[in-house]
């Protein structure tokens, strides 16, 4: 299996967590008068594939230098990269912005899926906690939570079974 429980440590977990959200460092650009024609505007290039890919690389290199795991640099970017990535892929996926960068800095072309499920969540945060909120939650919960906890559910279910002792092979 591609990442089984004890490959990574708690610091790799952490830093997937912070590479998940780190995107959305780029909505300051709104309290700042960065353009929302600018690539560093929201869901420009913080957004992007190549942003995910180097900062994967960069966060990888940090965490290999200070864990005792012998974690292999390759997995270890691939699981940060696919965290940071996971953010625009999902931001494709929300009813409304102006959508994703994905190739920035090569294209400020912004890109939304065909399907559009996901309630898209105001910025501001006193906006958030207005009547939409519960539409807001409800809606990632359906589309995004849910999702991944059977694929969490499943993922345990095959892995159990693959590591199950062969009665066969014992003989």
Known sequence: MLFSSGDLP????????????????????????????????????????????ALALVAALLLRGVTKHGVHLGKLWLYLFLATASHGFFDALTSGGR??????????????????????SPISVSRFFSERWR???????????????????????VRSLHDRPDPARAR
């Open 135 to 157: 539409r807001v939650l409800a809606s990632v919960f359906r589309w995004v939570w849910l999702p991944s906890l059977v694929f969490l559910v499943v993922a345990h279910l």
């Open 10 to 53: 708690r610091s790799a977990i952490v830093t997937g967590m912070i590479c998940s959200a780190l995107p959305d460092l780029d909505g300051l650009g709104f309290y700042i008068g960065i353009s929302r024609s600018s690539l560093l505007s929201h869901r420009g290039l913080t957004h992007s594939v190549p942003f995910a890919a």
């Open 99 to 120: 959508g994703v960068a994905f190739f920035a800095p090569f294209s400020s072309v912004r890109y939304f899926f065909p399907f559009r499920p996901i309630e898209v």
